[in-house]
């Protein structure tokens, strides 16, 4: 009878400490370089910038009137839009006051009244994946859908007869056009929240913000457009929208190991294998909202948005020194491996699925 498996539990309890301790010690050189100082400056800044666009587009829409024209002020919204939606993302992470009461009214305010969404939905939804990210029946972000991101949920649709089973084997083709729906999607999930859950904090506020948003920003279009120019403004901006958040948070974690119910792993671990950087320029950092740093922030969630690039270097040689996978890719190379693992996992191909710590650390 082997004695391998009587020392693994022990084994594996030890390394979770020791990973505790250096995590101690990487959070102390964070504050060393003074990381995880709040940056007010920055926010105040880019504030001034998304409400100043916002005006600018709002004259833009008063002045070409009945013009297809108005299409170039949709796609400018949804761009404006994404950003608040980037900075209400910071506010939750309470990244920018020192007050959480600031942080969480300014996340509320800016979710509900400016991208239509409600807060007390997406910050539950979000925390649990921030929890454990990729793990089945814990991450909402790979719960079944209408793409199955995991094996056992696309090996049952994919033998499924007729166009079902067809979508799911070659899911990952219609990835980016089903993109284009995730904004509206968002606003549904949100109304649909309020609607059904009776103890969400302050329910009865984001429902009143929500529907002045909702609803006043429809009937705009359509007290000052014609019904055709309405709807093409509305479905271009609603798209755009879809694509650029959609776009921004589906290369952190999608094709990454996804982690089996109920298996345990320290909190570095769980937070550095299962995430991706995505490499660029400054450009990619504006259009991700940050996001492209998904490692770092996953590390330190109340990290102010531009520590983070200051940050990657420190953690790189934290995760080489204590052989730990650091992955980072091309924004191209990660939509690549987004569309080939939602393919792969459609035709029910095991091995990419697979946590590489399950054997080690279960």
Wanted: charged share 15%.
């Amino acid at each position: 009878m082997e004695d391998g498996g009587e020392d693994r539990r022990p084994r594996a309890r030890t390394r979770a400490r020791d990973h505790v301790s250096t995590y101690a010690v990487l959070l102390q050189q964070m504050r060393d370089h003074g990381l995880m100082r709040r940056r007010l400056g920055f926010y105040w800044v880019y504030a001034a910038i998304l409400f100043g666009s916002l005006g600018l587009l709002g004259v833009a829409f008063a002045l070409l009137g009945d013009s297809w024209l108005q299409l170039l002020v949709a796609t400018g919204l949804a761009v404006i839009f994404a950003q608040f939606g980037f900075l209400g993302h910071d506010a939750a992470h309470r990244q920018i006051f020192a007050s959480s009461r600031w942080n969480v009214w300014s996340a509320r305010i800016i979710s509900t009244l400016f991208i239509g969404l409600s807060h007390g939905w997406w910050v539950h939804k979000h925390n649990k994946h921030h929890n454990s990210p990729n793990q089945l029946d814990t991450d909402p972000d790979i719960a079944p859908g209408v793409l199955a991101f995991t094996p056992e949920l696309a090996t049952a649709r994919a033998a499924i007869p007729g166009f079902a089973g067809w979508f799911t084997r070659h899911q990952g083709w219609f990835f980016f056009p089903l993109l284009m729906l995730e904004g509206l999607a968002l606003h549904v999930a949100g109304i649909r929240t309020l609607i059904e859950r009776r103890d969400l904090p302050h329910r009865l506020l984001e429902a009143v913000l929500l529907t002045v948003r909702l609803v006043g920003y429809v009937a705009v279009l359509f007290v000052f457009l014609p019904p055709s120019k309405a709807v093409a403004f509305l479905g271009l901006q609603l798209a755009v929208f879809g694509v650029l958040l959609g776009g921004s948070f589906a290369p952190n974690h999608k094709g990454m190991p996804i982690v089996p119910r109920g298996m345990r792993l320290d909190f570095v671990q769980r937070q550095v294998v299962m995430s991706r950087n995505i490499r660029g320029s400054w450009f990619v950092d504006s259009a991700m909202g940050g996001l492209n740093y998904q490692i770092e922030h996953h590390l330190f969630p109340s990290m102010a948005r531009p520590n983070l690039k200051r940050a990657k270097p420190l953690v790189e040689a934290f995760c080489r020194e204590h052989g730990i996978t650091y992955t980072e890719v091309s924004l191209p190379a990660s939509y690549g491996i987004v569309v080939r693992y939602l393919n792969t996992v459609g035709l029910s191909e095991r091995d990419p699925f697979a946590c590489p710590l399950m054997a080690d650390l279960r």
